[in-house]
């Protein structure tokens, strides 16, 4: 029988079924020992046991896998950032569409708390975007603007909510799917960020064919893309690198970087740059110590 994984407790794993039930089950002993951990996501072979249990024989190949969080065979990422309270890092999602892009899953950009931004805000922050060619939304889970829009990118897909703390992400759950009930958190006064509300990765159902995987929510990067392969990560940046008169042009301070004059004539935004050029500059930093 086959099913997968949706949720992973205390050596439990709850596998929603092709009988469409759920089972309990517990993993065999072996892949302790071959270095294996069965992952929320996993499509999995089982034995059933009884009428809700059973005992998982078989992890079947991966699409992908991420580490943190530990979710496999995710399609897309809705990458989820307020544009205020807190008030938008915009180095810290373009930091989180490398490392999703970089895991081989497409990002979904999802710009959270709507009501209470400027129109100013929103058309900035899509002018800012626009030319990735990622899908974005403007949402607001309280409002509930942009809902149906989000429900329909969902449809068909195992999608994996990315983005700090305090952003709306279990507002925005709770908001396409009240049943639940998932608990909120505010902002900190003394951090600017919100508290983290989830503690344990589960697969939940959003609709026919929809799942998102809810996560414990991110606060800290972690890159591994060496520093000369970020650029290839900013598909925004495509159409003008190929005029670089350097074939490995990093977009730093070569000369007639045609990045640069991109966004010198404002055909593309400066803070995509700034961002870019700062990510690497921390990796070209990091990797110097580790050598």
Request: hydrophobic share 40%; proline share 5%.
């Amino acid at each position: 029988m086959q099913g997968r994984v949706i949720r992973a407790r205390g050596g439990f794993f709850d596998v929603y079924t092709t009988e469409e039930i759920e089972r309990r089950c517990r993993a065999r002993g072996i892949f302790k020992k071959r270095g294996q951990t069965v992952l929320v996501g996993d499509l999995v072979q089982l034995v059933p046991m009884g009428e809700t249990e059973g005992v998982i024989e078989e992890i079947l190949p991966r699409s992908t896998e991420l580490l943190r969080p530990p979710v496999a065979n995710i399609t897309q990422a809705f990458v989820i950032f307020s544009i205020v309270e807190p008030l938008i890092q915009t180095y810290l999602l373009d930091g989180l569409l490398v490392a999703v892009q970089q895991a081989g899953i497409r990002p979904v950009i999802v710009f959270t708390k709507c009501d209470i931004a400027t129109d100013q805000d929103k058309e900035d922050l899509f002018n800012q975007y626009r030319l990735t060619g990622f899908p974005i939304f403007f949402v607001s889970s309280r409002k509930e603007i942009g809902l149906e829009d989000v429900k329909e990118a969902l449809t068909g897909e195992i999608t994996v909510l990315a983005g700090p703390s305090g952003v709306g992400k279990s507002s925005l759950l709770n908001a396409l799917a009240p049943h639940f009930s998932l608990e909120t958190g505010g902002i900190s006064e003394k951090m600017g960020r919100g508290r983290h509300t989830t503690r344990h990765v589960s697969l939940l159902s959003v609709g026919e064919n929809a799942w998102v995987a809810d996560t414990p929510g991110f606060s800290q990067l972690s890159l591994s893309v060496a520093s000369q392969d970020v650029r290839l990560y900013y598909p925004d940046f495509f159409p003008f690198a190929q005029n670089c008169p350097y074939r490995g042009c990093l977009h730093l301070q070569e000369e007639n970087c045609a990045v640069q004059a991109a966004v010198e004539r404002g055909d593309l935004p400066a803070e995509r740059l700034t961002n870019y050029q700062t990510l690497v500059n921390n990796k070209i930093e990091q990797e110097g110590r580790q050598y």
